[in-house]
């Protein structure tokens, strides 16, 4: 029968590099001392970074530069699979997502139906925002992106161009779903909404 340990790098490496997880990902496999433990001696041999309390990952290796940063989506996740939270991104990080600002935001925000916190790695700090359950509504979804992205713009900013390319990028089910996910959005929005499920596509 395997051990601990081994029962726990093998998930870590089946997930592949990248994998950001707490000690909660292995609760099948063993007492949580024990796979504290584990974690603890794999943290040590550098096969995995602490990246805060509680909080790990498998980290990606670029070959000049070394370790590279997590990906914030990826911490998030982590902290939702072990709160059993959902997430929706916000902000200036949604609208990035979605293309419509090139600039990476120091900040990530996520809106959560779960307790706020944040997490500071390197330079980046991970928000999750508790918010109403009528914003989390459409999260997991892109609809509920193009919301947050769109709010983030603000009615006097969003433009012809943000129309047109949202309406491009989104596949005919996307637009379906926002047309229905549009309650969930202000009033000032839903012209724009129609607006981006009205264009068609190149």
Known sequence: MLSVDKKV????YGKGRGWCFTPKAFSDLGSAEAVRIALFRQVRKGIIR??????YDYPKKHPTLGRLSPDPVEIARALSAR????LQPSGAYAANLLGLSDQVPAKVVFLTDGRA???RIGRQEIVLRNTTPRNMAPAGRISGTVIQALRHLGQKQVSQAH????????????????????IYAPAWMHPFIDAIVRETRD
Do not use: M
């Open 50 to 55: 602490r990246l805060g309390r509680g909080l």
């Open 117 to 119: 916190r944040r997490v």
């Open 83 to 86: 709160d059993a939270t959902r």
């Open 9 to 12: 790098i093998s998930r870590i």
């Open 163 to 182: 129309i047109g390319h949202l309406s491009k990028i989104l596949a005919l089910q996307d637009k379906k779903r926002l047309t229905k996910d549009k």
